[in-house]
């Protein structure tokens, strides 16, 4: 499974905890009997409708869950963020419950079906770039030793070719399903055959993809850890730039 797809479950799994969590909150308020009131117009005395008070500590910590979740899956300039707002303004107790947690099973369904798509990218985009801060971190120390340049050259050419992947099948629906096994150097090629990136990013791609290489099969001597350096700060730039 790959990282993309665990997170993706696991935004899922939250989400139907908190739709379950918000569900038991309601279930569980308790009611308070609505009294009466003399109007000293009319002395009339009418009774007063029923109201219901929720645990407001449990109440607070289920909605500040709630909006850490849809924040993250929600693209930033996707329509959802005005329920996003809407949410955070407005659900503030027990008779606003219910239309929350229609709102966390509606965008959780659409997130569940891929239709947030931007998201996926979102997330994808950052990974991605934990893998290169790792990387990064892995070369500051003084006398690095093989191990750590060979890890440091593996994690950016996974972040590379989860990127390439990603955007191949953008602009190829089949894609994922039958080129799931290609390589980074066969998806630089078909990238390029498709104009998706233009010759001088192909040749700087596959250039990072031979260092990529030399540091997995033991040439090292092949590149420097200047070279290295190089190529983590080009691939987040170009991480950046297909953001």
């Known amino acids: 499974m790959s990282i993309l797809t665990d997170l993706r479950e696991k935004y899922g799994i939250r989400i139907k905890e908190l739709v379950a969590e918000g569900e038991a909150i309601k279930e569980e308020a308790t009611l308070v009997p609505g009294g009466t009131s003399e109007n000293w117009v009319t002395r009339r005395v009418p009774r ?59 965008i959780g369904e659409d997130f569940d079906r891929n239709l947030l798509i931007t998201s996926v990218a979102e997330i994808e985009y950052e990974v991605s770039c934990d893998y290169l801060d790792t990387a990064k971190a892995l070369l500051n120390a003084q006398g690095v030793p093989d191990s750590n340049i060979t890890t440091a050259a ?19 629906a089949s894609a994922e399903a039958t080129d799931k096994n290609k390589r980074l150097g066969a998806l630089i090629d078909e990238l390029k055959k498709a104009d998706v990136i233009n010759e001088t990013k192909a040749k700087q791609l596959r250039a990072w993809a031979d260092i990529r290489n030399h540091a997995a099969h033991g040439d090292q001597e092949q590149f420097t850890v200047r070279d290295l350096k190089h190529m983590i700060d080009g691939a987040k730039d170009f991480l950046a730039e297909l953001k």
């Open 48 to 106: 007063l409708p029923d109201s219901y008070r929720v645990d407001t500590t449990r109440f607070f910590k289920w909605k500040t869950n709630c909006l850490s979740v849809l924040d993250a899956i929600i693209p930033h300039n996707h329509l959802h963020r005005r329920t996003l707002q809407t949410f955070q303004k407005h659900v503030t107790g027990y008779k606003n419950i219910q239309w929350a947690i229609g709102v966390l099973n509606g």
């Open 154 to 172: 593996v994690l950016t050419g996974i972040a590379l070719e989860r990127r390439l992947r990603r955007l191949w099948a953008e602009h190829n």
